[in-house]
């Protein structure tokens, strides 16, 4: 009913196994650095010819999707949609300190939502307790519909954890990296099939990293570790996809071919559900922004305007975030 | 060649004739059990390193001294006593460093010296128990390789090697971002603890050899030096592999010369190599500086494409 609206982007309904977005998002020409595509566009061909319906799909909207960033009126008709995560009245407490303080907050399908707020409002605990790393002392966490407690679909769900570093104690490559997002579909074995090193090759074409597959990720610098966890969790092919501070430390450039990433794959009918310090190049993209302070939602809603210095789209963003915030932090 | 035809008469004695390291009996089963050990050790040791908990080995090795002196004073067999109870100490060591707590080190630190001591005691009040005994479990000795060990080492090596080998990316993904894996539907805590037992048991399987003082520096020294050569984990697991048995192999042939203790020899072989690496890799490095150069050329060239 609502792929016949042509002001759409293309959307999957639950279940739907057969997956056109990442051939989508890499159509729209929103990669940032690119080397090779050539790879990507044969095992693209060889899916295509697997799943006519969809990717015929994706495509018909390439127009209307070539731009997602402008505001859609049409859009929030589609926000009746179903629920891809929600917390229903969750209080967390970390080290016996609240944490969230009896928050109700939810991400509909096809939104892309931000939450907002300062150093130690309790942001990234909100997007942590959704996904079940923190535990609820009370309320409820819902993904899909279902409570945490029964939640087994994780492969719809892709995360991208607050990282300053990809690397760990031994060196890995990009590719190992990337791979282990197909964990959800292999099993513990880990066995990789044709339609897994598929996926791989996209997730790492689509932020813009197929030359480098074989490179070490200590050898990169921070934008692209970020990136090489994004394409981790795109690599899940998820239809929920949680980034929790992905512009940290992370540079301008790098941070505009983020935006474009992500605008290409809410084009393509992902659901996204971010956590940011302030909205910076991701601006346009926003449908909503939830805002907390001290724990609690203080807004939820079309996302603030920037003001003084941080209005300025180009603005150099290289100073602390300690000054700026309130005393009541602390 | 000359390692592998040596190996071949090990199990051919009839054969060509061996090395004289190699003649003796307790010997071959002594190399034999250091080419299980070197597989091992650094199998468990690449998964200990990347969460960076490279001396958990060390702490197990503590506790298990108290599982070989049970099975001493018990008259049973301190191989599987000492499985036992280094592989309970693993699970309580898992569970302090799930929780973080604050406390957790102090928690460790009981544990281990505990542990040791506890050892070290029920040792002495054991039917066996003397200095000789006691420093032949702590640094490792040849001759403590029983026909009937070898057996139980072979088993255990290959199980150590099923989950290292077998289950290598669901472990390296827990390792690597425990977190990720957690979202990823794995069962983490499961793999962690598989991961702790295995390290357990390695610890029991190279303690004849390398000795339950120095058992972690064969499953983090290879792998230290293995991944300043590498740029993939899995690159690092199999060449840590080959450097273990290497070192195991020729530290065992030089302590038989040499009279030493196997595990120091092995340990003291394995950190040559590492510095040998080392400064290699530093010479080469040295003379590939304008590459590095265009490498950084090339990064710029991508935040500038990025940028359009």
């Not at chain 1, 859009?75 to 016996?96: I, P, T």
Request: with cysteine; proline share 5%.
């Amino acid at each position: 009913m609502n792929d016949s609206t042509p002001h759409q982007p293309p959307r999957r309904r639950p279940g739907d196994s057969d997956r056109g977005h990442l051939e989508a998002a890499a159509r729209t020409g929103a990669e940032p650095v690119d080397g090779s595509r050539r790879g990507a566009d044969k095992d693209r061909a060889d899916r295509a010819a697997d799943s006519p319906p969809d990717g015929a799909g994706s495509l018909a909207t390439l127009d209307e999707s070539a731009s997602p960033g402008l505001a859609d009126p049409l859009q929030s008709e589609h926000f009746a949609a179903a629920s891809v995560g929600e917390l229903d009245s969750a209080v967390v407490a970390l080290n016996g300190r609240l944490v969230l303080r009896r928050i109700s907050a939810e991400v509909k399908d096809g939104e892309v939502v931000a939450v907002l707020g300062a150093n130690g409002s309790g942001k990234s605990t909100l997007v942590r307790a959704l996904v079940g790393l923190v535990p609820l002392r009370e309320g409820e966490a819902r993904l899909f519909g279902r409570p945490l407690s029964r939640f087994r679909e994780w492969r719809r769900i892709g995360y991208v954890p607050q990282r300053t570093t990809a690397a760990a104690g031994v060196p890995a490559t990009v590719r190992e990296v990337i791979t282990s997002g197909r964990l959800a579909y292999t099993g513990v074995l880990g066995r990789l099939g044709k339609s897994d090193r598929i996926a791989i090759d996209d997730a790492l074409a689509t932020v813009g990293l197929a030359d480098r597959g074989r490179d070490s990720v200590a050898q990169l610098s921070g934008g692209q570790q970020q990136r090489v966890l994004i394409a981790r969790a795109l690599a899940t092919r998820p239809d929920l996809l949680i980034l929790d501070e992905p512009m940290a430390g992370v540079d301008l450039a790098n941070q505009r071919a983020l935006a474009d990433t992500l605008a290409a794959l809410h084009a393509s009918g992902t659901t996204i559900l971010l956590v940011l310090h302030e909205l910076g190049p991701l601006a346009p993209l926003i449908d909503r922004a939830i805002v907390l302070r001290d724990g609690r939602v203080v807004h939820d809603g079309a996302p603030p305007p920037a003001v003084g210095h941080h209005a300025d789209p180009d603005h150099d963003h290289l100073h602390p975030h300690a000054p700026e915030e309130p005393g009541w932090l602390r | 060649m000359a390692a592998l035809s040596n190996f071949a008469a090990t199990l051919h004695p009839a054969g060509i004739a061996l090395p004289e390291f190699l003649q003796p009996a307790f010997m071959q089963r002594a190399v034999v059990a250091a080419i299980l050990v070197g597989l091992a050790a650094p199998a468990i040791g690449t998964y200990l390193v990347q969460r960076r908990l490279a001396l958990m080995g060390d702490g197990i090795g503590h506790v298990a001294l108290l599982g070989v002196a049970l099975g001493l004073l018990l008259h049973a067999s301190p191989v599987w006593t000492a499985v036992v109870v280094a592989a309970l100490g693993a699970i309580a060591i898992e569970v302090v460093r799930e929780r973080g707590a604050a406390s957790g080190d102090v928690a460790l630190a009981l544990l281990f010296y505990g542990g040791i001591a506890g050892g070290v005691v029920l040792i002495g009040l054991s039917d066996s128990g003397s200095s000789a005994n006691l420093l032949s479990y702590l640094f490792g000795s040849l001759t403590t390789v029983a026909p009937g060990d070898l057996i139980t080492i072979a088993i255990l090596t290959l199980a150590v090697l099923a989950v290292t080998v077998g289950l290598s990316h669901a472990l390296f993904a827990v390792c690597q971002d425990e977190e990720y894996a957690k979202v990823a539907g794995l069962p983490v805590r499961a793999l962690n603890l598989l991961l702790a037992m295995s390290a357990a048991v390695t610890v029991t399987v190279a303690m004849r050899v390398v000795g339950v003082l120095l058992i972690s520096a064969l499953m983090v020294v290879p792998v230290a030096t293995a991944q300043q050569l590498t740029r993939g984990f899995r690159a690092t697991l199999w060449l840590s592999i080959l450097l273990g048995v290497a070192y195991a192999v020729s530290g065992v042939a030089f302590s038989y010369y040499a009279d030493t203790a196997s595990g120091a020899s092995i340990v003291l072989l394995a950190i040559a190599g590492f510095a040998l690496v080392s400064v290699l890799t530093a010479v080469v490095r040295r003379g590939r500086t304008p590459e590095t150069e265009i490498y950084e050329d090339e990064v710029a060239v991508g935040l500038a494409d990025g940028q359009a």
